[in-house]
């Protein structure tokens, strides 16, 4: 996503948001582009994206199983989609 957006030189990222940003940006259009994912994608991203944060400021032993099994078995079905994705927008760009 990152290489992609600073191709499209859709502004700077950063600050301590950059990667909320980031996938904000991945979800928008510009000029003469289309979206980097399709919008079925953007609640489990950011789902992904807030495990990531949560388990980078807090201790394992507060993973609750019931908050993360969806992401677990979801993981493999949300992979195939993005490389899809990925796939589609650099063919048409």
């Known amino acids: 996503m990152l290489l992609i957006i600073k191709n499209r ?3 700077l ?3 301590t948001k ?3 940003d980031l996938l ?10 289309i979206n980097i994912f ?9 789902e992904y994206m807030q495990f990531r ?4 400021h807090t201790y394992g032993f507060q993973l609750k ?8 078995f979801d993981m493999n079905t949300t992979w195939e989609m993005i ?11």
């Open 38 to 46: 399709r919008d079925e994608l953007k609640v489990s991203l950011n």
């Open 18 to 20: 950059w990667h909320k």
């Open 53 to 56: 944060h949560f388990v980078r």
């Open 83 to 93: 490389k899809e994705d990925i796939k589609i927008y650099i063919k048409n760009c």
């Open 13 to 15: 990222l950063n600050g």
């Open 24 to 33: 904000s940006k991945a979800f928008e259009k510009s000029d003469k582009e």
């Open 9 to 11: 030189n859709d502004g």
């Open 65 to 72: 199983w019931g908050k993360i099994k969806n992401l677990l």
